[in-house]
């Protein structure tokens, strides 16, 4: 009797020793590492101070006659109402940023995809070009490449001396509004090397088996493109479609330097009126109700982007995104 | 090799080698007409220069106003220096607490963040401009300084924070065991390993900082505290119709530096782009 109680109590204590220690693991791996909010602090100061703040304050001063020398005051949604019925510039530059991004942005990601797909092969000296076609990125947002356009595309400039020499008569590539924009956009498609090295990371994920066993079904190569080496590659290209329509929407420099909106304010970009109301008419409560409009316009394409990607953008993993 | 592939192989060579050349022909373009004689850069195609006329580096150098170029490019570099050195120190610590730590919200914090990468700025700047002013910051180097310190970029905390990942938590841990604390683990396990993925935030910054224009048009108002960028623009707009070789030679010049560390980190970044690659 007494020693099965002793039986009994051991296993007892052998039992709650065991709880304890369960308990013990769980509550350590529960326990917060508050230390970690010290190292994310200044991002966490930086974001409500710098990126937070202002959004919502942008809100506010969207709904006011804002200028800088006068004080606020409330004038509920007449920005937005003059915007869409007073300023003939807001409807210029909505038609030409989207035109814009229309040329930008595919010229850029289809000539990036080509040289991707032509580059993903085993050849001596390969990275060498990936070099060369990658310089043009980094220099793009510079003033100096701006500058080098105005030069290139002038009446007597390069290009139509270039031109000249295949029997092209020259245009003015600058100067005229039919072909002022276009000239601003080649500008980032010459800049297609980031892009280009994005796909060339995707392209370098797609498992070799899969074109080895369509070269045994004896699928031609465009074949192979567009079954293969296309689907698995959309995620990368919803990515970069994504990115560089945001930054399309937002183009300023080039707009600004090469031909600062002209001739005919073909090229007057968003951006340009944007800065325009903003830093140089400083009517910021306008500014930042015409910033709110291209704030709505990128989110709905984004958005857009996003929910047709469930149509066609392939994922491996069968589809269920997290 | 079979013959075949071969001649697949040289046209493959041969058409890279062709658009290469259209590319970069431009930029080959622009360093000869900045030593041409300045009549002859529209008259003709052809590229070498009848005379090298090194003097339009001279005088552009000592550009139109009252600052000359070697004061462009000290701002420039009291600019950037500073914005790189914050950016890569801030956001190598919020990488850390976001990679390693266990705290409350990290979750949707971590959401907020990565979703401020697809914020156009458009829409903060107005704002920001507002509150810098307030400051007495307008025409000072702090709008640039503050972002960089508080790690208001989030490409760079996301780079780093994807590298961290890669890092076996054991090393920590057997560090932590041997008394460290989880400062000297970041100093001193974790930040030789990160080397090459700090080392391309900086290079990136590096050179976003560098072809700044936008910010440094809106808060910087005195030609004194101008970066290159803007003494560039302000030299085009002033003489840009005359003088082009020197235009042409201080663009040149302007780019140098970002031609130069992108050739001196290629290393860099195949090795961190390796790095990366063979985590995955």
Not at chain 1, 192 to 215: C, D, N, T
Not at chain 2, 40 to 53: G, H, K, M, Q, Y
Request: charged residues 15%.
């Amino acid at each position: 009797m007494k020693k099965s109680a002793s039986f009994f109590s051991a296993e007892a204590e052998k039992k709650d020793a065991f709880c304890k220690q369960v308990l013990e693991i769980m509550t350590k791996q529960r326990k917060w590492q508050y230390v970690g909010l010290l190292y994310i602090s200044p991002w966490l100061i930086g974001f409500m101070v710098l990126t937070l703040y202002p959004f919502l304050a942008s809100v506010y001063y969207s709904f006011t006659d804002y200028s800088m020398v006068r004080e606020a005051n409330f004038v509920g949604v007449k920005n937005y109402v003059d915007m869409f019925t007073k300023d003939p510039d807001f409807y210029q530059a909505l038609h030409v940023t989207f035109l814009y991004v229309l040329i930008a942005v595919p010229g850029k990601l289809i000539i990036a995809l080509f040289i991707a797909m032509i580059m993903n092969i085993r050849l001596r000296g390969i990275h060498f070009f990936r070099t060369v076609y990658y310089l043009p990125s980094i220099l793009g947002g510079s003033v100096a490449v701006a500058v080098l356009w105005r030069f290139l595309f002038m009446r007597d400039g390069l290009v139509n001396n270039v031109l000249s020499l295949f029997g092209i008569p020259p245009a003015d590539w600058l100067g005229s509004p039919d072909y002022a924009l276009f000239t601003i956009a080649l500008l980032p498609i010459w800049e297609f090397g980031s892009s280009m090295v994005i796909f060339l990371a995707g392209l370098k994920q797609i498992p070799g088996e899969l074109y080895e066993a369509a070269k045994v079904d004896g699928s031609s190569r465009v074949r192979t493109f567009f079954s293969i080496t296309l689907p698995l590659l959309t995620p990368v290209i919803l990515f970069n479609l994504v990115m560089q329509t945001i930054n399309a929407f937002q183009q300023f420099t080039a707009a600004f330097v090469v031909t600062n909106g002209g001739p005919a304010k073909a090229t007057y970009l968003y951006g340009l009126l944007l800065y325009n109301n903003a830093f140089k008419f400083f009517k910021m409560g306008y500014a930042s109700a015409l910033s709110w409009v291209l704030f709505g316009i990128i989110f709905i394409i984004t958005l857009i982007l996003f929910k047709s990607s469930n149509r066609w953008v392939y994922y491996a993993d069968g589809g269920e995104r997290r | 090799m079979n013959p075949r592939r071969r001649t697949r192989n040289i046209v493959t060579f041969l058409f890279l080698s062709a658009f290469g050349v259209l590319f970069i022909y431009p930029l080959i373009w622009m360093f000869f007409a900045s030593v041409k004689p300045n009549e002859e850069i529209f008259a003709t195609l052809r590229l070498w220069p009848s005379e090298f006329v090194w003097e339009s580096y001279v005088r552009g150098w000592l550009g139109v106003g009252r600052y000359n170029f070697g004061h462009f490019f000290t701002n420039t570099f009291i600019l950037v220096v500073p914005v790189v050195v914050l950016t890569a120190v801030s956001s190598l610590f919020v990488a850390y607490g976001f990679a390693r730590f266990r705290f409350p919200l990290k979750g949707p914090l971590f959401a907020l963040m990565i979703s401020t990468l697809m914020l156009p700025d458009a829409v903060v700047i107005i704002p920001r401009y507002i509150l810098f002013r307030e400051f007495g910051w307008l025409n000072t180097y702090q709008p640039f300084y503050m972002p960089a310190l508080l790690a208001v970029n989030a490409f760079f905390v996301f780079l780093l924070v994807q590298f961290f990942r890669g890092i076996p938590r054991d090393l920590d841990e057997a560090a932590v065991m041997d008394g460290c604390n989880s400062f000297s683990v970041l100093t001193r396990v974790l930040l030789p390993l990160t080397m090459p993925a700090v080392i391309s935030v900086c290079i990136f910054q590096f050179i976003w900082t560098w072809n700044e224009f936008f910010n440094a048009l809106i808060y910087i108002n005195s030609v004194s505290k101008y970066p290159v960028s803007l003494g560039l623009r302000m030299t085009m707009d002033n003489e840009g119709l005359v003088k082009w070789n020197e235009i042409m030679a201080m663009s040149v010049v302007s780019i140098l530096p970002l031609v130069a560390v992108f050739f001196l980190a290629q290393r860099h970044f195949v090795e961190g782009i390796a790095t990366t690659g063979l985590k995955s």
